[in-house]
């Protein structure tokens, strides 16, 4: 009974110490990247089945926010525990006389292992579950999203997401607290369809084309834009910024991560050419790889030359994790206002320039955080406890004590070995 009463508490004893310590080093859940107040009473709604459900939730919440450097520490970081934890195991049992049998185990373990991880992962990105979501918008306030795709976009079609169609898509930013989100597939604007019905939240038109060595969200255009006419060269990059007005009468974005890595030195220029702004948090793997000292010098450019600045999704369907959120203040609508959000916000971004948003960002583990690459799982598991509110730590502490229990339970039960 002593043992098991050991066994019990190392583990339970230190999970739960380590989940309490972490609240000492509170960080807030959200917060603004250009360090604005957030608006009072703005915070994350939980649903019922996300508290009852938290450590599991919230674990792939933390992991679907890291950075594609950061997911690779992830998996670097489990395979060096596990490695850890099969050579502790390894040594305590001394099974040296019976070789192949050890190895037949380990084998076993290992398949195991990696089978609970793959379903971790698969339920992960497939499972359209309950989300945290905005709340306490003030009024006149639009919630949007800038950038997210249907399974009209090539890299949808084929995948075991291919089924996200515009319905889909609005029914992953109702969960998160959207009003407002943008249909932006790759060089076409078939995904998006005027005739959805009713709701919220409202869709509206946009398109992500495919340029020179760059992708630009093109935000209100329902025209066909041939991407080709702009992808040989810099030359023709800047004229579908020039078009992207004129032509197209929508508002240009350029999208991370190919700006940072193509276009990093001629920001200014793609300015001058037309460019309306640009994404600072994108919640793709890829894109969430900038360091904040970069991600504040592209939001002190815009400022200085009054142009946008958006937080996006660039959700194609994959999870059920909103990272992101971007407000639009209105001005009250006048009677005589045709109903509808997208022509409101559109022109709101047309002539508010910089102070016409404001972006609403989740705490996470970055890539550029102090936890180095391999200690990631342990990272991020951190700081996802700094940021819980206390019913979701208290839910996290329950399971805790409660798979604790469960195990000195099953190790009394008759036939259990002592």
């Known amino acids: 009974m002593r ?4 066994n019990f508490q190392s583990p339970v004893l230190l999970l739960s110490a380590a ?5 000492l080093f509170p960080a807030p859940p959200l917060s603004d990247p250009t ?23 919230s674990t792939w919440d933390a992991v679907s926010m890291l950075s594609a450097s950061r997911l690779r520490g992830f998996l670097i970081g489990l395979a060096l525990m596990y490695a850890a934890w099969r050579m502790v195991v390894i040594l305590r ?3 040296l006389h019976r070789p192949l049998g050890a190895a037949a185990r380990e084998l076993l373990v290992a398949g195991i292992a990696i089978l609970g991880l793959g379903t971790f992962i698969l339920l992960g ?29 090539h890299d949808v079609q084929g995948t075991l997401v291919a089924s996200f169609d515009a319905e889909a898509n609005r029914a992953w930013h109702r969960k998160a607290g959207f009003d407002l989100a943008f249909i932006t597939d790759h060089n076409t604007v ?14 509206c038109p946009g398109m992500e084309v495919s340029a020179w060595k760059a992708h630009i969200v093109l935000l209100g255009d329902t025209a066909i834009v041939d991407h080709s006419r702009y992808d040989g060269s810099l030359e023709a990059l800047l004229a579908l910024l020039h078009d992207s007005d004129t032509r197209y009468r929508a508002i240009s974005i350029a999208s991370m991560p190919e700006y940072e890595r193509s276009h990093w030195s001629r920001l200014a220029d793609l300015l001058a050419a037309g460019l309306g702004g640009f ?39 994959w999870g059920a994790t909103s990272m992101v959120w971007t407000l639009v203040p209105l001005v009250p609508p006048a009677e005589s206002q045709p109903p509808g959000l997208c022509g409101p916000v559109l022109t ?20 550029d955080d102090w936890w180095p690459l391999w200690l990631t799982p342990v990272g991020a598991l951190w700081e996802s406890w700094r940021s819980l509110s206390w019913p979701l730590t208290l839910s996290w502490l329950a399971w805790v004590w409660g798979i604790g229990l469960a195990g000195v339970v099953t190790r009394r039960a008759p036939g259990a070995k002592a």
């Open 3 to 6: 043992r098991a009463v050991v």
């Open 19 to 23: 989940i309490l310590v972490a609240r």
């Open 35 to 57: 360090g604005h107040v957030l608006p009072p009473g703005v915070h994350l709604m939980t649903p019922g089945w996300y508290l009852l459900g938290a450590p599991l939730f």
């Open 93 to 95: 049992k001394r099974p």
């Open 125 to 153: 990105a497939l499972w359209q579950r309950p989300m945290l979501a905005l709340a306490g918008v003030p009024s006149h306030t639009v919630v949007a999203d800038f950038h997210s795709h249907t399974n009209a976009s």
């Open 190 to 203: 078939a995904g998006w369809t005027g005739h959805l019905g009713p709701g919220r939240p409202e869709l």
């Open 279 to 317: 994404e600072v948090v994108n919640a793709s793997p890829k894109a969430n790889e900038m360091t904040r000292p970069r991600r504040d010098s592209v939001i002190a450019l815009a400022s200085a030359e009054n142009r946008l600045i958006v937080g996006v999704s660039d959700q194609h369907g």
């Open 348 to 367: 709101r971004l047309r002539e508010g320039g910089f102070p016409a948003t404001q972006i609403i960002e989740r705490h996470r583990l970055r890539p």
